[in-house]
């Protein structure tokens, strides 16, 4: 699962298989031991638990490169790799 971000603590990844055709556009996201699939049109926690301090700063990342992401997540879709997008700051 390739890495396409990283920024106080937080693992941001983006990978996309066959069978998830329909999924709505995610990333994964890993934190200290914590786990989870987080939507990118409104930063909302679709599977496992997320820290919400981690969260809060997750979802103003997403709100600044939603654009990006969503690039991504069409290459990841055509099986291509995607870009590493700038971390917050």
Known sequence: MPTISMFYGILVSMFFEEGERHSLPHIHVRYAGEKASVAIGDGSVLAGTFPPKQLKLLQAWI???????????ELALAGEQPYKIAPLQ
């Open 63 to 73: 709100e600044i490169h939603r654009d990006e992401l969503l690039a991504d997540w």
